[in-house]
C-alpha cells in the first residue's frame, strides 16, 4: 500500500481515478487532480507548504516534490508529465509541460504552459519559462521552439499514462 500521512492534521486528497503506486509517498497538504497517476518511489511531499496537482497530470518513478516552508507552494497544471527521478519545489507548472527525467525546477520558477525541459537540465530559482520552447542545459536556457510534433506529443503522452496506469488497477 502506497505512504499516505496527513501532517497537522491536513491530509491529502485525490479526485477520481487516480493511481497512487504501491511504494509512492503522499503526506500533507496535497491536492491530486481527476485522472492523475504516482508512480514507483515516487515523494509528494506537503508538510511544509501546500503542493496541487491537475487533471491529466502524472509524477512518474522517483520524483520528488516538494515545497518551502512558509515561502512556496508547488503549483501543477493539468497534462503535465514529470519525468524519472526529476525534482520539482516550490515553483508552478502551468499546463501541457513535460520536465525530462531527472531535471530540477526549483523554487519561484515559473514553466509556462506547452514547454519541454529536457532530461538532466536545471531550471533555477525565479526562472521564468516561456511557452512553446525546449528549455535544457545547467542553467536551463532557451533552445529553439517545439515543433508541431512536440506540440502534439505533449497533448498525447498524459492519455498514454492513464491507460499505463490502468494496467496495474485491480479488474
Known amino acids: 500500500m502506497p505512504t499516505i500521512l496527513p501532517v ?3 491530509s491529502p486528497t485525490f479526485a477520481d481515478d487516480v493511481y497512487i503506486a504501491d ?3 503522499v503526506v500533507g497538504d496535497v491536492q491530486i487532480g481527476d485522472h492523475c497517476s504516482i508512480w514507483f518511489n515516487a515523494v509528494v511531499r506537503g508538510d511544509v507548504n ?12 522517483g520524483v520528488v516534490i516538494h515545497c518551502t516552508y ?3 507552494g508547488t503549483d501543477i497544471g493539468n497534462y503535465v508529465n514529470v519525468g524519472h527521478n526529476a525534482i520539482v519545489h516550490g515553483c508552478t507548472v ?4 513535460l520536465i525530462g527525467m ?4 526549483m523554487d519561484r520558477a515559473v514553466v509556462q504552459s506547452n514547454v519541454i525541459i ?10 521564468v519559462l ?16 517545439l515543433t508541431d510534433e512536440q506540440l502534439a506529443m505533449l497533448k498525447q503522452l498524459p492519455h498514454n499514462y492513464v491507460l499505463y496506469s490502468s494496467w496495474f488497477k485491480p479488474q
Not at 50 to 61: A, E, L, P, T
Not at 130 to 145: C, D, H, N, Q, T
Open 102 to 105: 531527472g531535471a530540477i525546477v
Open 8 to 10: 497537522k492534521g491536513v
Open 50 to 61: 501546500y503542493i496541487r496537482v491537475g487533471n491529466y497530470s502524472n509524477i512518474q518513478d
Open 130 to 145: 516561456e511557452s512553446g520552447f525546449l528549455y535544457a542545459g545547467v542553467p536551463a536556457k532557451k533552445i529553439k521552439p
Open 70 to 72: 512558509q515561502k512556496n
Open 118 to 127: 529536457a532530461a538532466g537540465a536545471v531550471v533555477l530559482e525565479d526562472s
Open 94 to 97: 502551468q499546463d501541457y509541460v
Open 23 to 25: 511504494n509512492a509517498t
